[in-house]
């Protein structure tokens, strides 16, 4: 059965310092999320990737996140700052379908941790 | 902002129980999911339900949506050890795109 895959499972990095979470969605897949999950909170809703740009994101996503596709396969989550807070577990997730009948396929998360 | 409440947050039954968990708002849904989650895992679709009113059945899970599809519920009959996990509800908003999820039910069906 087709999967989304995250790498790397468990990152580790110093405040302050870049990470580049990545994911490789379903192939024929045309919409592209990422939601993270802190410890003993709700899943959240980061960004959410269609047709080459960003269609929606919510106020968690500031100028420290970006998103991309950079090939025909990846799609990657930066963060260029990270701050204590950033501390969670980040799932990628992607659909082929929009509105009332979305059906999202997670992959298994990246673990951040941010010292 | 649209908010889910799920209830109960934490429930340890023993095998062969029933048991219901609960999704609220004070908003409508276009439609509602559950997943199922394990630890180390993505979240995992279950359902869908769209349709207020709606019943839908998977095995001896049991979901329903509100009629005004502000509430769904989750009935699991005669739980297994197996079915020990967290279990998220999520909504669709009316604007289509982003899923809303609720805090989740941590549930230990005990042998």
């Known amino acids: 059965e087709p999967e989304v895959t995250q790498t790397p499972s468990h990152q580790v990095t110093q405040m302050g310092q870049e990470v580049i979470l990545r994911c490789v969605p379903i192939?024929?897949?045309?919409?592209f999320y990422w939601y993270r999950q802190i410890l003993g909170q709700k899943v959240e809703f980061l960004v959410s990737?269609?047709?080459?740009?960003?269609?929606?994101k919510s106020e968690i996503f500031d100028d420290q996140f970006s998103v991309e596709r950079p090939d025909g396969s990846n799609f990657t989550l930066k963060i260029r700052s990270t701050k204590l807070e950033d501390s969670a577990m980040y799932f990628c997730a992607s659909s082929d379908y929009t509105h009332l009948n979305e059906k999202l396929f997670f992959g298994s998360g990246t673990q951040l941790s941010v010292l | 902002t649209q908010l889910l409440e799920q209830s109960p947050q934490f429930l340890s039954i023993q095998e062969g129980e029933n048991l219901t968990v609960y999704c609220n708002s004070s908003?409508?849904?276009?439609?509602l999911q559950w997943y199922r989650q394990e630890p180390g895992e993505g979240p995992v679709l279950l359902v869908t339900?769209?349709?207020?009113?709606e019943v839908k059945k998977l095995k001896r899970l049991t979901f329903q949506f509100g009629d005004a599809r502000k509430d769904s519920s989750l009935h699991i009959t005669a739980a297994q050890p197996g079915d020990t996990g967290l279990y998220l509800c999520?909504?669709?908003?009316?604007?289509?795109?982003?899923?809303?999820f609720g805090q989740g039910t941590e549930l230990s069906v005990k042998p």
């Open positions: 990737f269609y047709n080459n740009e960003i269609s929606e």
């Open positions: 908003s409508v849904f276009s439609s």
């Open positions: 192939s024929n897949h045309l919409y």
């Open positions: 999520a909504g669709v908003g009316n604007q289509g795109g982003k899923l809303i």
């Open positions: 339900v769209v349709t207020g009113g």
